[in-house]
T-cell receptor, first 115, second 112 residues
Framework: AQTVTQSQPEMSVQEAETVTLSCTYD???????LFWYKQPPSRQMILVIRQEAYKQQNATENRFSVNFQKAAKSFSLKISDSQLGDAAMYFCAYRSANTGNQFYFGTGTSLTVIP | NAGVTQTPKFRVLKTGQSMTLLCAQD?????MYWYRQDPGMGLRLIHYSVGEGTTAKGEVPDGYNVSRLKKQNFLLGLESAAPSQTSVYFC???????????FGPGTRLTVL
């Protein structure tokens, strides 16, 4: 089974600053999808951003962008101009393009935004 | 369009009791999943379904059963609840094997 590792259990950032959350994964496949999900205190899981492994261009969604390094199996999330509403647990997830029956999740990073 | 809904949102059980969690989606998704979330362990897959009438085991299936009699519903059953099953349970659905997962709001279950 694929493994997804988030080595930062907790992170903090000053409001309006930039923060980067790390994620690495282990796979022998070449075609897959990577996701970042946000879980605020409400518990609802919200998709932040998605990256297809076959695309070299890093995905961007407004203030959220990723640094996808396929050879290094690294998928970090950069949040620019951090806002109080960004405070949440962030999960990195992997899904195979060939046998994509499930999502594999990391253990999460709790992000605190300091006013 | 309600997305993915879960019933109930909270439940307290005594050891040995049984219960069923209901997940419903109105997006005509083929894939449905049950995950449990425990502190420090992320989300772990319990069971999943790739279509009506099909189910398969995930990473932590012991003590749980599932059924997918209708495409829009995915039921998770606990036959004899144990304290180790205290957790937050999430249902999710996906249109296909390469699309995003849509999550329900979660069910917090406490087993005393």
């Amino acid at each position: 089974a694929q493994t997804v590792t988030q080595s930062q259990p907790e992170m903090s950032v000053q409001e309006a600053e930039t923060v980067t959350l790390s994620c690495t994964y282990d796979t022998s496949e070449s075609d897959y999808y990577l996701f970042w999900y946000k879980q605020p205190p409400s518990r609802q899981m919200i998709l932040v951003i998605r990256q297809e492994a076959y695309k070299q261009q890093n995905a961007t969604e407004n203030r959220f962008s990723v640094n996808f390094q396929k050879a290094a199996k690294s998928f970090s999330l950069k949040i620019s101009d951090s806002q109080l509403g960004d405070a949440a647990m962030y999960f990195c997830a992997y899904r195979s393009a060939n046998t994509g029956n499930q999502f594999y999740f990391g253990t999460g990073t709790s992000l605190t935004v300091i006013p | 369009n309600a997305g993915v809904t879960q019933t109930p949102k909270f439940r307290v059980l005594k050891t040995g009791q049984s219960m069923t969690l209901l997940c419903a989606q109105d997006m005509n998704h083929e894939y449905m999943y049950w995950y449990r979330q425990d502190p420090g362990m992320g989300l772990r897959l319990i069971h999943y379904s790739v279509g009506e009438g099909t189910t398969a085991k995930g990473e932590v299936p012991d003590g749980y059963n599932v059924s997918r009699l209708k495409k829009q519903n995915f039921l998770l059953g606990l036959e004899s609840a144990a304290p180790s099953q205290t957790s937050v349970y999430f249902c999710a659905s996906s249109y296909s094997s390469i699309r995003d997962g849509h999550f329900g709001p979660g069910t917090r279950l406490t087993v005393l």
